[in-house]
């Protein structure tokens, strides 16, 4: 059971109500799904990018719940904005809530995975649930690396990118559990931007090239906000 409350994301369809901090009342939103970790929901207003918010979601008459998220994804869907949210701040007896909205009014959904069950070593790191919070995108932006223990520098490109981790190409064949300094050079004048991150795992493309998955050691959301402005 906690394995499944740990990487389950439920599909729900439900006519909910959320509140922006500060705001005087609630607006009627649609929540399409929900986890312990994030949730995507469908409203009129459009909300601010690149920041934190502070939200108020009400399920249910019980279950009304506080929290601070991040907005890692936004679309236009038939005149309504479908926002992928990622929970920043949430209080564990909030997780217990939803744990227990689900448990009462979708107990089918606790029966069945609706994302298929997948290692935390899969694509970069990323759980299934994480690859959904964390939306990939495809980018190519050119990089040096440095392996902390050996001191070895390198060279390198994205080929896609999370605000969790990032897949390279380059000639360099790197090792599991190497811990990487990373400098990406975004076309946007502006320095060049650093992270660090572990290799998960690493597959020869050709005799010379290999394809590697790197899960970062923390969520860059404001660095992934300004990759996808330079796109």
């Not at 440095?146 to 090792?175: C, F, V, W, Y």
Request: hydrophobic fraction near 40%.
């Amino acid at each position: 059971m906690e394995t499944q409350r740990r990487f389950t994301r439920w599909r729900i369809d439900r006519q909910a109500k959320v509140k922006l901090e500060g705001a005087e009342a609630f607006m009627d939103c649609m929540v399409k799904d929900i986890s312990l970790k994030g949730l995507m929901v469908s409203l009129v207003l459009k909300l601010p990018q690149d920041t934190f918010l502070g939200l108020s979601v009400a399920l249910s008459e019980e279950t009304v719940f506080e929290l601070e998220v991040w907005v890692v994804w936004h679309r236009s869907v038939d005149g309504h904005n479908l926002y992928g949210f990622y929970f920043s701040k949430i209080k564990d007896a909030d997780k217990e809530k939803i744990y227990q909205f689900i448990r009462k009014f979708y107990p089918q959904q606790l029966t069945k995975q609706w994302w298929p069950e997948a290692t935390p070593q899969e694509k970069g790191g990323e759980t299934m649930e994480d690859r959904r919070i964390f939306q990939r995108f495809r980018v190519k932006y050119p990089l040096r690396f440095l392996e902390m223990k050996s001191g070895k520098e390198g060279i390198a490109s994205t080929s896609d990118i999370s605000a969790r981790g990032m897949n390279i190409t380059t000639a360099e064949q790197l090792e599991a559990q190497m811990t990487l300094e990373m400098w990406l050079t975004v076309p946007d004048r502006g320095e060049p931007l650093y992270t660090r991150g572990e290799v998960v795992w690493s597959k020869p493309l050709s005799e010379s090239e290999y394809q590697v998955g790197i899960n970062l050691e923390k969520a860059e959301l404001m660095a992934l906000a300004r990759l996808l402005r330079a796109m």
